[in-house]
Structures are given as structure tokens and as C-alpha cells.
């Protein structure tokens, strides 16, 4: 099992920029990919960014450029650090790991509580 407790999210103004983290705790952690989705109101969850344990990332289109996610092993936190936000970014955000090999519609998928970041015009 691994739990994901996030923190980080608030509220900033358009352009500004915010950082999340992730910490992790169970077992698991050094072989899962980690993730981070964003739900904004009456819309589907999407995946922001991930990044597998060798390091290797993918981010959604709409947010390439202005997020960056990383993670450090041996804290076993993921962080994911977002510049020139928009409104559009508004969102809860949820921290999720998953093994190699499943998807993450998988029930397998561990999610954290989520965070609400908010970016005001």
C-alpha cells in the first residue's frame, strides 16, 4: 500500500506561480510512476504530468512549459512546481502513483486527498 499525502495550493493571481508537493509513505514507492490530475467543476479529471522512477516525465499540452514535475527518492516526495498560471488552472489537484505495467483507470491507482488551487484574473 502507499499512501500520498499532498500540500501546497492556494490562491494566486494570473502569472504568478505555486508549488505542490507529495509526500509518500508504504511500500512500492521506488518502483511506482508518479502522477499528478487535476479536476476542475463538472469536468473530468486529466493527468497534469508524470514521472517514472528513472526520472523520465510526460506533461499534458496544456500545461508544457509552465509545470515541472520532479521527485526525490529518498524523501519519497514528488513535487510539482507551476509558473505563468492561469485561470484556466483552477483546479483540485491530486497527487496519484501507480506500478509499471497498469493504467491509471486502474483501481490500483493510490490517490491522494487532492489540494485546490485557485488562479484569479
Known amino acids: 500500500q502507499v499512501q500520498l499525502v499532498e500540500n501546497g495550493g492556494g490562491l494566486v493571481q494570473a502569472g504568478g506561480s505555486l508549488g505542490l508537493s507529495c509526500a509518500a509513505s508504504?511500500?512500492?514507492?521506488?518502483?511506482?510512476?508518479m502522477g499528478w490530475f487535476r479536476q476542475a467543476p463538472g469536468k473530468q479529471r486529466e493527468l497534469v504530468a508524470s514521472?517514472?522512477?528513472?526520472?523520465?516525465?510526460t506533461y499534458a499540452d496544456a500545461v508544457k512549459g509552465r509545470f515541472t514535475i520532479s521527485r526525490d527518492t529518498a524523501k519519497n516526495t514528488v513535487l510539482l512546481h507551476m509558473n505563468s498560471l492561469k485561470p484556466e488552472d483552477t483546479a483540485v489537484y491530486y497527487c496519484?502513483?501507480?506500478?509499471?505495467?497498469?493504467?491509471?483507470?486502474?483501481?490500483?491507482?493510490?490517490w491522494g486527498q487532492g489540494t485546490q488551487v485557485t488562479v484569479s484574473s
Open positions: 496519484a502513483a501507480k506500478r509499471l505495467g497498469y493504467s491509471w483507470r486502474s483501481t490500483s491507482v493510490h
Open positions: 508504504g511500500s512500492d514507492f521506488s518502483i511506482a510512476i
Open positions: 514521472i517514472a522512477s528513472g526520472g523520465s516525465t
